[in-house]
């Protein structure tokens, strides 16, 4: 039995992807720090597969270089990222545990187009040591953030013992019926073997001040994306219009605002993209986002969660909890018995996985019962299936900000049909539509995960500056 905490789900980082760059970066973390003592000679970084092929525009590079610098995705302060990058671009040295190594991005960064047999997201450090050894090892971006070796993958912890064990959607309502309990209940007394109430709550809170920041940031940013693409910021404009230009200074008022703005459906629809393209236009700036499963489907939970709270009968921090809790396990369940890897299934991986998430949790905050939490999670799940990464230029910018806000309205959309349905006279169920979605990511051409090479990226040819 493995088992997976909401906590490795939601993760707290950097953009703009969580296969890409948050994965990346702390491999880099942990290659960096077994290099202690050690006086190293030289560095080299191979990426390969779908790391070499959109690993530019996806900030890999970057990530690597930070994370070899030991910064931490969660708490270095992302404002800085671009001095501390053209700093090594322009001196050529890097600073690992605490030295100065001759290091220039340009040459020993090394882009393999061929992917290693494990994964297609994988990339190999080697540090050359004085005296002649040699330190090299492999490690795999697994999706969401997720690294291994190829050994164990990283956040399964392996117990039996657990109160209420998890593989699959069936599981999931078995406990519900055994216990009387919510979904979110059970999920908690999951996760309450792992760690106390108190550090669940505060760690939940902090995922969703770190999501309203980050949707109030992208609402008061304004410019072009960089990566060479020339893509215009619009979560600003359109959160201006929706308040008639008003302007507001801190997050309370400013939620206030919008909590009072017109309640007719055009308006809330508006609003729920508004608030899904100001978190990938923050990804998409390497800014701070929380990877929920992924960081190019950052957007849509927040969104999600930001209608609710704004819009429907939001009654204090234990939605809030429960959401997180609720949507949590449902993207365990996809991590374990399919992917959330656009690099092995496309993106029905991430934004499909995203909306599921979404729309089962939003269901149990609107009083679905656990049937229909999982309803909702199957609908939205089954209107994403084959969904391709195809990512022009490789940046997590077109299709992946707008494609957010569809992830979001369909999880609205689903849950709103699960309430209204009866899941007995359901013909697909969770666990069915799980499966599927593992087999078409396996039978998915090659193209459609995360190269760059098919569908839009295609069609849309564009060199990017390679910096
Ligand atoms: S197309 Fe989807 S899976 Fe691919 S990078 Fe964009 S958001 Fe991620």
Same mark, same amino acid.
């Given at each position: 039995?493995?088992?997976?905490?909401?906590?490795?789900?939601?993760?707290?980082?950097?953009?703009?992807?969580?296969?890409?760059?948050?994965?990346?970066?702390?491999?880099?973390?942990?290659?960096?720090?077994?290099?202690?003592?050690?006086?190293?000679?030289?560095?080299?970084?191979?990426?390969?597969?779908?790391?070499?092929?959109?690993?530019?525009?996806?900030?890999?590079?970057?990530?690597?270089?930070?994370?070899?610098?030991?910064?931490?995705?969660?708490?270095?302060?992302?404002?800085?990222?671009?001095?501390?990058?053209?700093?090594?671009?322009?001196?050529?040295?890097?600073?690992?545990?605490?030295?100065?190594?001759?290091?220039?991005?340009?040459?020993?960064?090394?882009?393999?187009?061929?992917?290693?047999?494990?994964?297609?997201?994988?990339?190999?450090?080697?540090?050359?040591?004085?005296?002649?050894?040699? %330190?090299? *090892?492999?490690?795999? #971006?697994? =999706?969401?953030?997720?690294?291994?070796?190829?050994?164990?993958?990283? &956040?399964? /912890?392996?117990?039996?013992?657990?109160?209420?064990?998890?593989?699959?959607?069936?599981?999931?309502?078995?406990?519900?019926?055994?216990?009387?309990?919510?979904?979110?209940?059970?999920?908690?007394?999951?996760?309450?073997?792992?760690?106390?109430?108190?550090?669940?709550?505060?760690?939940?809170?902090?995922?969703?001040?770190?999501?309203?920041?980050?949707?109030?940031?992208?609402?008061?940013?304004?410019?072009?994306?960089?990566?060479?693409?020339?893509?215009?910021?619009?979560?600003?404009?359109?959160?201006?219009?929706?308040?008639?230009?008003?302007?507001?200074?801190?997050?309370?008022?400013?939620?206030?605002?919008?909590?009072?703005?017109?309640?007719?459906?055009?308006?809330?629809?508006?609003?729920?993209?508004?608030?899904?393209?100001? %978190?990938? *236009?923050?990804?998409? #700036?390497? =800014?701070?986002?929380?990877?929920?499963?992924?960081?190019?489907?950052? &957007?849509? /939970?927040?969104?999600?969660?930001?209608?609710?709270?704004?819009?429907?009968?939001?009654?204090?921090?234990?939605?809030?909890?429960?959401?997180?809790?609720?949507?949590?396990?449902?993207?365990?369940?996809?991590?374990?018995?399919?992917?959330?890897?656009?690099?092995?299934?496309?993106?029905?991986?991430?934004?499909?996985?995203?909306?599921?998430?979404?729309?089962?949790?939003?269901?149990?905050?609107?009083?679905?019962?656990?049937?229909?939490?999982?309803?909702?999670?199957?609908?939205?799940?089954?209107?994403?299936?084959?969904?391709?990464?195809?990512?022009?230029?490789?940046?997590?910018?077109?299709?992946?900000?707008?494609?957010?806000?569809?992830?979001?309205?369909?999880?609205?959309?689903?849950?709103?049909?699960?309430?209204?349905?009866?899941?007995?006279?359901?013909?697909?169920?969770?666990?069915?539509?799980?499966?599927?979605?593992?087999?078409?990511?396996?039978?998915?051409?090659?193209?459609?995960?995360?190269?760059?090479?098919?569908?839009?990226?295609?069609?849309?040819?564009?060199?990017?500056?390679?910096?």
């Amino acid at each position: 039995m493995e088992r997976l905490s909401i906590f490795d789900i939601y993760k707290i980082g950097v953009g703009p992807s969580s296969s890409h760059t948050l994965g990346p970066w702390k491999a880099a973390n942990r290659f960096a720090l077994g290099l202690v003592d050690k006086p190293i000679t030289s560095l080299q970084v191979r990426l390969f597969g779908s790391l070499s092929k959109t690993g530019v525009g996806h900030g890999t590079d970057i990530a690597v270089m930070l994370g070899l610098q030991s910064f931490d995705p969660e708490t270095i302060d992302t404002t800085n990222i671009d001095a501390y990058i053209q700093k090594i671009r322009t001196e050529k040295k890097l600073r690992i545990t605490g030295a100065d190594v001759d290091f220039n991005p340009a040459l020993q960064i090394i882009y393999e187009k061929h992917a290693l047999p494990y994964h297609p997201n994988a990339l190999t450090f080697r540090a050359e040591i004085e005296g002649g050894d040699v %330190v090299e *090892e492999t490690y795999y #971006s697994i =999706g969401g953030g997720f690294i291994t070796q190829g050994k164990e993958k990283e &956040g399964f /912890i392996h117990i039996n013992d657990l109160p209420f064990p998890v593989e699959s959607g069936s599981d999931l309502i078995a406990h519900t019926e055994t216990t009387g309990q919510p979904i979110s209940g059970v999920v908690m007394r999951n996760e309450l073997y792992l760690r106390n109430k108190d550090e669940i709550r505060a760690g939940v809170l902090r995922i969703f001040d770190t999501m309203l920041e980050c949707v109030y940031q992208g609402c008061h940013s304004e410019g072009i994306l960089p990566g060479g693409l020339n893509v215009k910021k619009r979560a600003k404009a359109l959160c201006d219009r929706l308040l008639d230009g008003r302007q507001f200074d801190n997050i309370p008022d400013w939620l206030e605002a919008i909590k009072t703005s017109p309640h007719n459906f055009s308006t809330i629809n508006k609003w729920i993209s508004c608030f899904a393209l100001a %978190v990938n *236009e923050e990804n998409a #700036s390497l =800014g701070r986002v929380v990877t929920s499963p992924t960081n190019g489907a950052a &957007g849509v /939970i927040p969104a999600v969660l930001m209608y609710y709270y704004c819009f429907c009968d939001y009654k204090g921090e234990d939605d809030i909890l429960n959401f997180i809790l609720t949507s949590g396990e449902i993207g365990c369940i996809f991590k374990k018995r399919a992917t959330i890897s656009a690099a092995v299934g496309g993106c029905q991986a991430e934004i499909g996985v995203s909306s599921a998430m979404a729309a089962g949790a939003l269901t149990e905050l609107l009083g679905g019962d656990p049937e229909q939490v999982l309803m909702a999670a199957e609908i939205a799940m089954e209107h994403h299936l084959g969904l391709t990464c195809d990512p022009i230029g490789g940046l997590v910018q077109i299709p992946c900000i707008e494609r957010n806000t569809m992830g979001a309205i369909k999880a609205i959309t689903a849950s709103h049909l699960a309430m209204e349905g009866n899941p007995k006279n359901a013909i697909v169920n969770f666990d069915m539509v799980v499966k599927t979605m593992w087999d078409t990511a396996q039978d998915m051409h090659e193209k459609y995960k995360e190269t760059a090479e098919g569908g839009l990226a295609f069609n849309l040819p564009v060199v990017l500056p390679n910096c």
